[in-house]
């Protein structure tokens, strides 16, 4: 998410109501809840750092030394790398006890928390360290398996309930973009002896305007030109009217500021590849090379044509997170034959690999910093998201002059040596996730 030189664009009246959370002694929880791209997750990182919270995460294992500035520990988990609750909760009980004195309980035990929360209630202020507990994509939780709902509830409530014991010390966000979800965890409530039972309370981040998008893009772009440029040269690398165009584009379909900036982009490689090709014609051997290549209307109605208009890009876009994992992995391995990356022989022969070949991948992945955040998948949990890939054609079992069997016809055996082939090409792919802050790491 982009942000101009003050403020993130068009979200005063949320900032004001995270930030009251933020420095009240008494309310201590909120749930941010608005569509995808919305600046729901940038704007927390700017208010936390506004208000002197210091970013911690859990991939160093040696308690670091706080800035002196700091007022106290900002710790941030993206749901959507959980596929069990249970195992959040231990990471967020593993990261509070290596940043900060308290002691929470390390396993998911009721009486335990329980037990913790009521001591908090009336205590002095804990050796003056302050927490914030971030929980971001929260709605991914909701979309886990029904016998798991009942501990999603559970891990919520314990958050809830300890930042309403110490509302000085301890603050809980959660993030989430279904605003129809929020009645699932509305009845996440606070309780207590002198206490009257009370929700959670929301804000809500509404879908970006025209006008929002388009000063978010002329940010994007002016932070991208050379150092010195003057906002009146910017008519020299993009004309106004493309810019135009993305946001009223955008604006009527969802106001994903990330989907304008990523049409924005996809324009600017259209732009280039267009002056190259334009440079190869016999007819501008003569002709003095360009200073620079300007995006205009027509790089923006070609872009837009291709990622707006792509059934495969939008149906790919509705899968899980885990299941567009599984899909690029094995896109990554066995390309569709149309990709024009694949090495696939004329008569379109199709590459294969099989799940031992993904889980190696899968593995791969995780042990690079960037992609850490990549799960653990089960062989329950792979077989699930193969299925779905499976029922809805991006992904063929079986050898393809044969009939394809089904995943949910394997045996443990073969499930991991059925050669597999994707269905789509890694261009599309990489369309569908590119507006995803952790899947785009797969990109890089």
């Known amino acids: 998410m982009l942000r101009s030189a003050t403020s993130i664009v068009g979200r005063a009246a949320e900032h004001q109501v995270v930030r009251g959370v933020l420095t009240s002694k008494e309310q201590a929880s909120l749930f941010i809840i608005g569509p995808p791209g919305t600046g729901k997750s940038s704007s927390v990182n700017e208010l936390l750092k506004e208000q002197g919270y210091e970013a911690v995460d859990a991939v160093s294992t040696l308690k670091r030394k706080r800035s002196g500035r700091s007022l106290g520990a900002a710790a941030k988990f993206n749901c959507s790398t959980f596929t069990d609750p249970a195992a959040l909760y231990a990471a967020v009980a593993q990261l509070v006890a290596q940043e900060t004195s308290w002691k929470v309980p390390q396993r998911l035990d009721p009486f335990e928390m329980n ?13 003056g360290q302050s927490l ?36 000085r010390d301890v603050k809980f966000l959660g993030i989430m973009n279904g605003v129809d979800m929020y009645e699932q965890i509305s009845r996440v409530h606070v309780t207590g002896e002198n206490m009257a039972d009370s929700h959670v309370p929301r804000v809500v981040f509404g879908s970006y305007t025209h006008h929002d998008l388009l000063l978010i893009m002329q940010s994007y772009v002016q932070n991208a030109l050379p150092e010195g440029t003057l906002p009146s ?41 267009r002056s190259n090709g334009a440079g190869l014609s016999p007819s501008a051997k003569n002709m003095p090379p360009p200073t620079s290549v300007k995006i205009t209307m027509r790089d923006v109605f070609q872009s837009a044509t291709s990622m707006l ?89 079986g050898k393809r002059d044969k009939a394809s069997r089904s995943a949910a016809a394997m045996s443990v055996r073969a499930f991991w040596t059925t050669k597999l082939s994707s269905c789509v090409t890694m261009a599309e792919v990489s369309r569908a996730v590119q507006d995803d802050d952790s899947l785009s790491q797969l990109l890089l």
Not at 240 to 266: F, H, M, N, T, W
């Open 115 to 127: 037990m913790f929360v009521a001591a908090q209630r009336g205590e002095a202020k804990a050796n």
């Open 309 to 397: 208009s792509s059934p495969v890009v939008q149906q790919v876009k509705q899968l899980p997170r885990q299941a567009k994992l599984l899909l690029y992995v094995i896109t990554s391995l066995a390309p569709g034959c149309n990709d024009n990356d694949s090495s696939t022989s004329p008569r379109g022969t199709l590459r294969q690999c099989d799940m031992n070949q993904v889980s190696e991948e899968l593995a791969r992945l995780r042990s690079k910093p960037q992609t850490a955040w990549v799960p653990r998948l089960s062989r329950e949990e792979l077989q699930t998201h193969l299925m779905s890939l499976d029922c809805y054609a991006l992904v063929k079992s």
């Open 132 to 167: 914030v507990i971030v929980l971001d994509e929260v709605d991914q939780l909701l979309r886990l398996p029904a016998r798991m709902q009942p501990t999603v509830k559970e891990v919520l409530h314990f958050f809830v309930e300890w930042a309403a014991a110490a509302p």
């Open 233 to 273: 040269d910017m008519s020299s690398f993009i004309e106004p009217r493309s810019l135009e165009l993305i946001a009223r584009k955008v604006a009527s379909r969802d106001g994903d500021a990330r989907l304008a900036i990523s049409l924005l982009q996809q324009s600017a490689r259209h732009a280039l590849q």
